[in-house]
């Protein structure tokens, strides 16, 4: 491509636009003439599917004139944006899914639509291995106790009781084993967990043991941890029917996302003594509303605000990835991430 190309870099508090744009002029040796520098999107709320109002709508038509390339985590690109911005050919969301993006509309308008997949799979691996090792020791609890109270109280946990489990030996299953599960089963494997695995989709060696039977891995597990993809078949995957077949005493851990999980039911569960802890970094609704029951759970359960995927590498990575991207639409190659 010989004209010179126009890409906004949309980004926000955490996929910083100087990120961007630095990625970019290194993937293109400066082949960019015109970069918009520095623009970020003010934060408009939880990130859901697009929908045709949003208050971010005006700032990235505005920015978007002129422009053929867009890089952004969260900008709202609607049926509304596409129709204002005619010059707009390309559209990178910095994230796994481009759910910020109207695919149909984009289609309508001739715009390809990338993402930026496996990004923050090696983050939300380790955060999920924190999270369980968090539920598994009450480290948030006697941290509070101590630190935020001044008490010793928690010291009662050194007591045969009340203390928790250690991975090692310990029955760990995995409901999934994309990206993210099969990096948790490296890391459990490590520790010497005895991990299993049920994944209807994955072929070839695992780090586990593969169980076909969604029940039999429940039955076995003494804590399970979800890695499964939502859509219409796993909505709801994990109910009380599921919950009921765990040995008592067990932990649940959900960083992938909170529809997988029938969250009512696994208050049921808290509350009855079945399971003795979860860790959620996922909700049903996000944010977790303030009158959730979870909220009166916080002795056995470990609560963070949708944390995985945050971290620095991930920011970097996604960057250089959305540029790679910019880089072969420039070239006129085939795009690795295209969706439309």
Sequence with gaps: ??????????????ILPSLVTAAIAHELDCDVRELTLGWP??????????????????????????????????GPVTERVLGACPDLRL?????????NVNLDAAKRHDVRVCFAPGRNAAATA???????LAALRRIPQAHNLLAGQGSWE???????????????????GLVGYGAVGSRVARALCAFGAQVMVHDPYVRGEIHGLRLS???????????????????AETRGLIGARELGLLPRGAVVVNAARGGLLDQDALC??????????????????EPLPADSRLHALAERVVLTPHLGGASQAVAEKAARIAAEEVGRWVRGEPLAHCLT
């Design 126 to 132: 380790e955060f999920t291995v924190g999270l369980m």
């Design 41 to 74: 999107l003010e934060p408009f709320g939880p990130v859901a599917e697009v929908t045709e109002a949003s208050d971010a709508e005006d700032e990235l038509i505005d920015a978007l004139a002129g422009a053929q390339v867009l890089v952004t985590q969260m």
């Design 268 to 285: 049921d569960a808290l509350e009855s003594g079945r399971l003795s802890a979860a860790a959620l970094d996922t909700y049903a609704t």
């Design 154 to 172: 928690g010291a009662t946990y050194y007591t045969y009781e009340h203390s928790g489990l250690e991975l090692e030996d310990l029955p760990v």
């Design 1 to 14: 491509m010989s004209e010179p190309v126009r890409v906004v870099a949309a980004g926000d508090h955490f």
């Design 91 to 99: 559209v990178v969301v910095c994230r796994g899914g481009p759910v």
């Design 213 to 231: 039977s969604l029940d039999e891995l429940l039955r076995r597990s003494r804590v399970i941890t979800l890695h499964a993809r939502l859509t």
